[in-house]
Antibody, heavy 120, light 107 residues
């Protein structure tokens, strides 16, 4: 069974930093692109970032480019999101999500999310 | 970036009725569009990708159609568990983008 488990969320002040983790099991982790998608309270979904299976290629939404860094450790089956210079508008539930096995940039498995709150 | 506009914002229907949800893209995404269902307190669930391909385990009452800029998700006969919010997502051009969602509620 494929499982994705996020951690690392919490309350942080504006301008602060946080690192999210997503532990993945039940699949060959290095074979799949991985993503972070967020959802502000009561709002819709926003794609944040993607990393290829071998970690060579990364993509970011304009809203986080230059502030967030996606990475992965295939030896630990874990995905990361380093978030710096956090703003109030970054407050959201952050999901990790896996590309489909067909290689499409759409997500067939999701974690349950970790909540990030940016507030003073 | 590609903007996806979903309509209507809310659809009020009864169980057994047919639901038709629309997603329009600001420019062509070819057939690279998918649909998700999200229930309160849950992560999204992939229903459709490549405009018309059902994801693993998705019932046949869910179908997708369209190409280019206009797409439709159809639920042929609503079951009680289908009342939820539905999002479209284009997987053609970076950055990946989602529509604003359509809530299907019980009439």
């Amino acid at each position: 069974e494929v499982q994705l488990l996020e951690s690392g969320g919490g309350l942080v002040q504006p301008g602060g930093s946080l690192r999210l983790s997503c532990a993945v099991s039940g699949l060959t982790f290095s074979s799949h692109g991985m993503n972070w998608v967020r959802q502000a309270p009561g709002k819709g979904l926003e794609w944040v970032s993607r990393i290829s299976g071998n970690g060579d290629n990364t993509y970011y939404a304009d809203s986080v480019e230059g502030r967030f860094t996606i990475s992965r450790d295939n030896s630990k089956n874990t995905l990361y999101l380093q978030m710096n210079s956090l703003r109030a508008e970054d407050t959201a539930l952050y999901y990790c999500a896996k590309d489909t096995s067909s290689g499409r940039y759409i997500f067939d498995y999701w974690g349950q999310g970790t909540l990030v709150t940016v507030s003073s | 970036e590609i903007v996806l506009t979903q309509s209507p914002a809310t659809l009020s229907l009864s169980p057994g009725e047919r639901a038709t949800l629309s997603c329009r893209a600001s420019q062509s995404v070819s057939s690279y569009l998918g649909w998700y269902q999200q229930k309160p307190g849950q992560a999204p669930r992939l229903l459709i990708y490549d405009a018309s391909k059902r994801a693993t385990g998705i019932p046949a009452r869910f179908s997708g159609s369209g190409s280019g800029t206009d797409f439709t998700l159809t639920i042929s006969s609503l079951e009680p568990e289908d009342f939820a919010v539905y999002y479209c997502q284009q997987h053609s051009i970076w950055p990946l983008t989602f529509g604003g969602g359509t809530k299907v509620e019980i009439k």
